[in-house]
């Protein structure tokens, strides 16, 4: 089946950097997405890897290795805006599948 | 500017009626989804559109319906509603492809 992977919850200190993986048993995606939601809010999208690699948008960079089936997002210089909830998802066909998001707790 | 509207943002309803979810975009877009959110499952694709007159069904399309006929707007219609259905509903829509969508704000329904 098709099915993506992250850890439900993730801890960091305000400036530190921390990486949110996703891995995922599917095949034939068209790329890896990234999606963040603030409590009582809207998914907005983050980032895109269509490619193997890292691409960088500001304070977000994300990775995408198909041969490992494995991505990650890294967040870096932890700001308390940041806490939230991220989601990976992957495009299949005509569908976009999401995991079940992971909540990132910023500590002061 | 574009945006993606979705009302009500609020919904109490009784089980059994039957409920519309409005979603309106302005950006031109051709594709738009809907999804429900609940603890534990994420984001679960409903029905989506590619484009006017095209629907299709999605994870969880099992007693909703959609219809599109322009390109603004996909309405989702709960045809009997059901204390199963009672979630925080999102509508999306995208340029191209499925990796970029943008989400309107949600609709919270309660079927009671």
């Known amino acids: 089946g098709q099915s993506l992977e992250q850890p439900s919850e993730v801890t960091a200190v305000e400036g530190a950097i921390v990486q949110i993986n996703c891995t995922y048993q599917?095949?034939?995606?068209?790329?890896l997405s990234w999606y963040q939601q603030h409590d009582g809010g809207a998914p907005t999208f983050l980032s895109y890897n269509a490619l193997d690699g890292l691409e960088e948008t500001g304070r977000f960079s994300s990775f995408l290795s198909r041969s490992d089936s494995y991505g990650y997002l890294l967040l870096q210089e932890l700001q308390m805006k940041d806490s939230a909830s991220y989601f990976c998802a992957v495009g299949i066909d005509d569908k976009i599948i999401f995991g079940k998001g992971t909540r990132l707790h910023i500590l002061p | 500017d574009a945006e993606i509207t979705q009302s009500p943002r609020h919904k109490i309803t009784e089980t059994g009626r039957q409920v519309t979810l409005a979603c309106h975009q302005t950006w031109n877009h051709n594709n738009m989804f809907w999804y429900r959110q609940d603890l534990g499952h994420g984001l679960r694709l409903i029905h989506y559109?590619?484009?006017?007159?095209?629907?299709n069904k999605g994870e969880v399309s099992d007693g909703y319906s959609v219809s599109r006929s322009n390109t603004e707007d996909l309405p989702l219609t709960l045809e009997s509603a059901a204390s199963s259905q009672t979630s925080v509903y999102f509508c999306?829509?995208?340029?191209?492809?499925?990796?970029?969508?943008?989400f309107g704000p949600g609709t919270r329904l309660l079927v009671l």
């Open positions: 599917t095949s034939g995606f068209y790329g």
């Open positions: 559109s590619y484009g006017v007159q095209d629907t």
């Open positions: 999306a829509s995208s340029v191209s492809g499925v990796e970029t969508q943008y």
